[in-house]
């Protein structure tokens, strides 16, 4: 391969990556916060590489690597990417196994406590924020009940609903852009 059929190659297929995220980033404002950044530089680098190596070789080698790809698109299941209900899911089991967590802590001490540290998984984290709100009790000042909250981070770019959760274990829900109380409806 020539210096310049290298170059040509590199920077044509640079500028046609460059093109897909620009207009990927310019036509959906929610498309690098669904698909993550981590995907957007793997599925770019790959891109980028067969788009090389198709510029780069002679025409024998480009229909060797177009039969290469025809079968490994054929022989490679597709995988729907559905990660926006991955991350609802996560954030309701997050909540979940905290409310069993807080649960735990006041049979050993009485009450909940002041602060407490959620176990938070990566995809849930990108696309929620998780609150937990200790309840005193007038009387007494022990923290006898708690409110956790999971709430979208951007609100828009996927139906993704706010969580809620207290004492009684029951998950509240709502889709409006706010947060989830107790008078929303009981998700069942």
């Known amino acids: 391969m020539t210096p310049r059929r290298f170059w040509i190659s590199a920077f044509g297929s640079l500028g046609l990556v460059s093109m897909w995220a620009l207009a990927h980033l310019l036509t959906d404002d929610c498309w690098l916060f ?16 067969w788009l090389f190596f198709l510029f780069a070789l002679r025409w024998g080698g480009r229909i060797l690597l177009l039969l290469a790809s025809l079968v490994m698109a054929i022989l490679i299941p597709s995988s729907e990417r559905n990660i926006v209900a991955a991350a ?20 050993s001490g009485g009450q909940y406590p002041s602060v407490l540290a959620l176990d938070k998984g990566d995809l849930p984290v990108r696309y929620y924020r998780f609150e937990y709100v200790p309840v005193r009790s007038p009387g007494t ?46 998700l069942e």
Do not use: W
């Not at 669904?34 to 590489?49: E, K, L, M, S």
């Not at 409310?99 to 802590?105: G, I, Q």
């Not at 996927?158 to 009684?168: I, L, N």
């Open 141 to 186: 000042g022990s923290i006898d009940n708690y409110l956790m909250r999971a709430r979208p981070l951007r609100y828009g770019c996927a139906p993704m609903p706010s969580f809620a959760v207290s004492r009684q274990g029951q998950f509240h829900i709502t889709r409006e852009n706010r947060d989830a109380t107790l008078n929303d409806p009981i």
């Open 88 to 107: 609802e899911s996560g954030a309701a089991a997050i909540l979940r196994s905290s409310t069993l967590k807080l649960e735990e802590y006041r049979a």
């Open 34 to 49: 669904r698909n993550g950044t981590r995907f957007v530089v793997v599925f770019g680098g790959i891109t980028f590489a």
